[in-house]
C-alpha cells in the first residue's frame, strides 16, 4: 500500500489533499503546525478509511523533519509521496516587516521545503522511486504588491522545484510544484467583502477556487 506525507493538514488545500489520497486508499502522516485538537480531527475522520498516523510540529525546524520521515518509515515502511504544503501569509508592505516576520516566513514556506525534501530523498533514491509535490502559488511568478516577502518564498520554492526536478531524475524520482491561484481557505479570510471583489475580477473565472479543487488536478501529476 502507498504512503504519503502531507504537511500543514489540519485545513485548506492540505486537508483537502489528505481527504483525497485518503479515498485512493494512500496510507497518511499528516503534520500540522500547532493545532493539536484540529489534527486530531483530522486523523479521527480519515482513519475510517485508510491508516493514519500524526505529528505535530513545525516543518520549519529541520528536527521535525526528521521526525516526520522517520516515524512514517518505521510505520509504513516506505514513502511514495511527500507533499510540501504547509504555508503561512503576510500582507504589508516590506519596509514595515520586521526581521523577526521575515524569518518566520522564510522558515514556514521555504525552509521547510528544503528539510522535509532533505530528510526524505536517500529512501526515495534507495528505492529508486518517489515523487515530491511542492504545493506554491502563482504569487512566486508574477509577485504581489504588499506580499513581496510571500512572494519571494514561493519564487524560492518554483526554482528549488526546477532544480531538485534535474538532480532527482536520474533516481527516477518526479519533483513538482502546483502554483496555485487565490484558494478559498483561511489563510485568505483575511480580505473584506470589497478585496474579494477586486480579486475576483482579476480572475479569468470570477472567483476564487476551492481546496478540493487543488486536490482534484493533482490526481493528474
Not at 25 to 40: D, F, V
Not at 78 to 89: P, T
Not at 116 to 138: F, Y
Not at 193 to 212: D, M, W, Y
Request: charged share 20%; hydrophobic share 45%.
Amino acid at each position: 500500500m502507498k504512503s504519503v506525507i502531507i504537511t500543514g493538514a489540519t485545513r485548506g488545500i492540505g486537508l483537502a489533499l489528505a481527504r483525497f489520497y485518503a479515498d485512493k486508499g494512500y496510507c497518511l502522516m499528516l503534520n500540522g503546525g500547532h493545532n493539536e485538537e484540529a489534527l486530531s480531527a483530522v486523523e479521527k475522520e480519515l482513519s475510517t478509511k485508510t491508516q493514519v498516523i500524526t505529528c505535530l510540529g513545525s516543518v520549519a525546524e529541520e528536527k521535525t523533519a526528521a521526525i516526520i520521515v522517520q516515524k512514517t518509515l518505521d510505520t509504513f515502511g516506505q514513502i511514495d509521496l511527500l507533499i510540501n504544503n504547509a504555508g503561512i501569509a503576510h500582507i504589508g508592505l516590506l519596509s514595515d516587516m520586521s526581521s523577526e516576520e521575515w524569518h518566520t516566513l522564510m522558515g514556514t514556506n521555504l525552509d521547510a521545503v528544503f528539510y522535509m525534501s532533505k530528510a526524505v530523498i536517500p529512501h526515495m533514491v534507495h528505492r529508486h522511486s518517489g515523487k515530491i509535490l511542492n504545493v506554491s502559488s502563482v504569487w512566486g511568478e508574477v509577485g504581489a504588491s504588499c506580499e513581496a516577502a510571500y512572494s519571494a518564498t514561493k519564487s524560492g520554492i518554483h526554482g528549488l522545484t526546477k532544480a531538485l526536478a534535474k538532480e532527482l531524475a536520474p533516481s527516477n524520482i518526479q519533483v513538482n510544484a502546483i502554483a496555485c491561484g487565490v484558494i478559498d481557505t483561511r489563510m485568505n479570510a483575511c480580505f473584506d467583502a470589497e478585496e474579494r471583489s477586486e480579486l475576483e475580477n482579476e480572475i479569468p473565472a470570477g472567483r476564487f477556487a476551492a481546496p478540493s479543487e487543488v486536490a482534484d488536478f493533482v490526481q493528474q501529476l
